[in-house]
Antibody
Framework: VQLVQSGAEVEKPGASVTVSCKASGYSFTFYYIHWVRQAPGQGLEWMGIINPSGGSTSYGDNFQGRVTMTRDTPTATVYMRLSSLRSEDTAVYFC????????????WGQGTLVTVSS | QSVLTQPPSASGSPGQRVTISCSGSSSNIGSNPVNWYLQLPGTAPKLLIYTNDQRPSGVPDRFSGSKSGTSGSLAISGLLSEDEADYYCAAWDDSLDGQVFGTGTKVTVL
């Protein structure tokens, strides 16, 4: 099982960023994908979840209206787009796999550093 | 913001036992299983315990988990220097309809 994320990004305040997460080594549509972020020196913050099977999503309250998660089944890739970036969005963003919607996350991507700076 | 509360730090000498608590509420730990993750500096978290007390393949039996009511607990016995890391609990929250994480505990081996 591998979740390979796109590379580091530097964005200006107000811009948007898209991070990709390419899955391999398992049946893509059988597992949910979470997005979790971690600001420098801080803890883990859940952003949302997507069901690759039908594309349904659920987003955390802190990100409603700013985050969009999509998937491309033929390439087994999930995308997370965060808009209206501010400095507080500087963080490492992780995608992570879970067999069940409410269950444990069993595999994590390597993380993508997004830096928001003018 | 974290919904689950953990002590910020815990420590022990090599060979000792360390316990980390995770306090939640009826909408998360009280209704759903607790999971635990270990994170080494600069790396992604790794699943340590799932469904309260189950160890994934490859996780030593020095790590054990439990749950009672709205709290979970992780114990590390026979502490090793390689156990120095950040530890996070997590659970699904029915009210928020999302995953919630603990505040994190940094374990130091003296």
């Amino acid at each position: 099982v591998q979740l390979v994320q796109s590379g580091a990004e530097v964005e200006k305040p107000g811009a948007s960023v898209t991070v990709s997460c390419k899955a391999s080594g398992y049946s893509f549509t059988f597992y949910y994908i979470h997005w979790v972020r971690q600001a420098p020196g801080q803890g883990l913050e859940w952003m949302g979840i997507i069901n690759p099977s039908g594309g349904s999503t659920s987003y955390g309250d802190n990100f409603q209206g700013r985050v969009t998660m999509t998937r491309d089944t033929p390439t087994a890739t999930v995308y997370m787009r965060l808009s209206s970036l501010r400095s507080e969005d500087t963080a490492v963003y992780f995608c992570a796999r879970a067999p069940e919607r409410r269950g444990a996350i069993d595999y994590w991507g390597q993380g993508t550093l997004v830096t928001v700076s003018s | 913001q974290s919904v689950l509360t953990q002590p910020p730090s815990a420590s022990g000498s090599p060979g000792q036992r360390v316990t980390i608590s995770c306090s939640g509420s009826s909408s998360n730990i009280g209704s759903n299983p607790v999971n635990w993750y270990l994170q080494l500096p600069g790396t992604a978290p790794k699943l340590l315990i799932y469904t309260n007390d189950q160890r994934p393949s490859g996780v030593p039996d020095r790590f054990s988990g439990s749950k009672s009511g709205t709290s979970g607990s992780l114990a590390i016995s026979g502490l090793l220097s390689e156990d120095e890391a950040d530890y996070y609990c997590a659970a699904w929250d029915d009210s928020l309809d999302g995953q919630v994480f603990g505040t994190g505990t940094k374990v130091t081996v003296l």
